[in-house]
């Protein structure tokens, strides 16, 4: 590996961080938001929708117009966007007549610098000369686990500390990680996947039965990861009675701990293991960790299935990736775009289907997780669909 790249890699590394900073640092001052601006909960609630959709815009606009821009000056753009969004969301609350607007607009510029994090990095790092490519895109999404877990942690700290009054201050310090990575983006080397024209156009790559496995892949992964990622707190907080601060460190912290330990491990061993494997039991544990969750009287093993479901959906995400990538090296942007874009669309259906359920059977969480279990399912199907596939092509061979 020629010692520049180590810079590139440092970059994509900082740049999952700071998609990590932009969805998870809002959520935690929702309450905040409703007491301090008279915002009903009703409103605050569609924060995280707009952030995804905005996110799901992102994904589609950057198949068309990415590789006539360049991948760097889009790169840089994107810390640029998530800095100004998050001190935005310090400051333009207060300035707006309405504090719901201003949170609303630092929402959505943070979500475009997001999204084209989400569509970037994958690509930079795959046109890299490293060894190993399946292992390095874990290890590259691993990052977006530990930025959770250090968004979490260093916020509860902050607050605990200083108090929830001094939050601006956080989001401030928070957007000098991307205002410092802009620069490691600007001055590193940074390769194309394809030369430049050579990238396959969109309508080219929705005529590959594969490519419509891995859209399903997408969707099912972010589907599997969100709908216990962000319904992880309340559960902890309904099933054990735990307080707020608690039930976020019990909940979505050590979710993304152990999504994070899976995503390692793939990316320290991932030459030795077949990627396919790997996914069919990640698949199957996370369809156990969901019934687990729904079905256990115990709320001690519900909390494990919770947790544990992080280390099953760790390798989902950057798998389907590498799966796609391999297979199709001519896909371009418009491939890691459109599958990002699928597994936002994952994201966004995953947690809204639970929610539906729970709120359709009496607010019982229990069966709006339950229904969370068709996710890994589907993806289960798909994987055996695709092996079934490589068995005719090598056949053929």
């Known amino acids: 590996m020629a010692k520049n790249y180590k810079k590139t890699l440092k970059a994509c590394y ?15 001052l929702f309450l905040k938001f409703h007491n301090d601006y008279n915002i009903p909960l009703g409103k605050i609630a569609l924060i995280s929708g707009v952030f995804f959709l905005a996110q799901l815009v992102v994904d589609v606009l950057c198949a068309q117009f990415v590789d006539r821009i360049g991948y760097r000056k889009c790169v840089v753009a994107s810390e640029v966007f998530s800095a100004t969004g998050l001190v935005g969301l310090a400051f333009l609350p207060e ?8 949170i609303m607009l630092s929402v959505i510029v943070y979500a475009l610098g997001s999204g084209l994090i989400e569509v970037l990095c994958s690509p930079i790092v795959e046109a890299c000369p490293f060894e190993h490519k399946e292992a390095t895109m874990s290890l590259l999404h691993s990052f977006y686990c530990w930025g959770s877990v250090g968004v979490i942690l260093i916020s509860t700290i902050f607050f605990a500390v200083f108090g929830t009054d001094n939050w601006k201050w956080l989001a401030c310090i928070w957007a000098l990680i991307p205002i410092y990575n802009a620069f490691n983006f ?4 940074i390769e194309h996947i394809t030369e430049d024209g050579k990238g396959m156009k969109t309508s080219s790559l929705l005529r590959i039965p594969l490519f419509w496995i891995a859209i399903i892949l997408m969707i099912c992964a972010g589907a599997s990861e969100l709908s216990m990622a962000q319904w992880a707190s309340a559960f902890a907080e309904s099933a054990l009675g735990l307080s707020k601060a608690v039930g976020d460190l019990a909940g979505p912290c050590m979710f993304a701990v152990t999504m994070g330990i899976s995503r390692v491990i793939y990316g320290k061993y991932g030459e030795k293991l077949d990627l396919t494997k790997f996914m069919l039991g990640s698949g199957g544990l996370c369809l156990i960790c969901y019934i687990a969750a729904s079905v256990s ?9 919770c947790i544990m479901c992080g280390f099953s959906v760790g390798i989902m995400w950057p798998g389907a990736i590498s799966i796609c990538s391999a297979r199709i090296p001519t896909g371009g942007t418009a491939m890691f775009a459109l599958l990002a874009m699928s597994g936002d669309l994952g ?14 059977s009496n607010n019982n969480l229990q069966m709006g997780m339950l229904t969370g279990c ?4 589907i993806l289960i199907i798909s994987l055996f669909i695709l092996k079934g596939m490589r068995r005719k092509d090598t056949n053929k061979t």
């Open 14 to 28: 900082l740049g999952f961080i700071t998609q990590a900073i932009a969805a998870n640092f809002a959520p935690l």
């Open 95 to 102: 300035f707006l007549p309405d504090p719901f607007i201003g």
């Open 186 to 189: 600007a001055t590193c080397p």
């Open 297 to 305: 009287s115990n709320p001690i093993i519900g909390l494990i299935g």
């Open 347 to 360: 994201g966004m259906l995953g947690p809204s289907i639970v929610g539906a359920v729970t709120q359709s």
């Open 374 to 377: 068709i996710f890994p399912l």
